[in-house]
């Protein structure tokens, strides 16, 4: 089994900042990449940022300059630092994680986390 353990959200002002983390653990596995995703009321779930082990990055459009994903050496923790925050942020962030994982045979990893809080509020 994979966990996935995000941490970092909270209530920010407009032009603020916040930092998520996201860390894997559990039984073995490897990620091919890490994501974040966010949903806000009404909306459906869409993509923000993703990297690659490779280290390849993508963002949506709409963070693009304000938002920076980045992982640790081990490749099983994912940041994400979130600056210039505006109204339109607000959601609920969830982190994502694809690769492979191995119980008696090595299967297909496609793990969500819990989600975490991102308030922009004035």
């Known amino acids: 089994q994979v966990q996935l353990v995000e941490s970092g959200g909270g209530l920010v002002q407009p032009g603020g900042s916040l930092r998520l983390s996201c860390a894997a653990s559990g039984s073995i596995f490897t990620i091919n990449a890490m994501g974040w995703y966010r949903q806000a009321p009404g909306k459906q779930r869409e993509l923000v940022a993703a990297?690659?082990?490779?280290?390849?990055?993508n963002y949506a459009d709409s963070v693009k300059g304000r938002f920076t994903i980045s992982r640790d050496n081990a490749k099983t923790t994912v940041y994400l630092e979130m600056n210039s925050l505006k109204f339109e942020d607000t959601a609920v962030y969830y982190c994502?994680?694809?690769?492979?994982?191995?119980?008696?045979?090595?299967?297909?990893?496609?793990?969500w986390g819990q989600g975490t809080q991102v308030t922009v509020s004035s």
């Open positions: 990297i690659t082990s490779g280290g390849s990055t």
């Open positions: 994502h994680a694809e690769g492979r994982k191995y119980g008696s045979s090595w299967n297909p990893l496609d793990h």
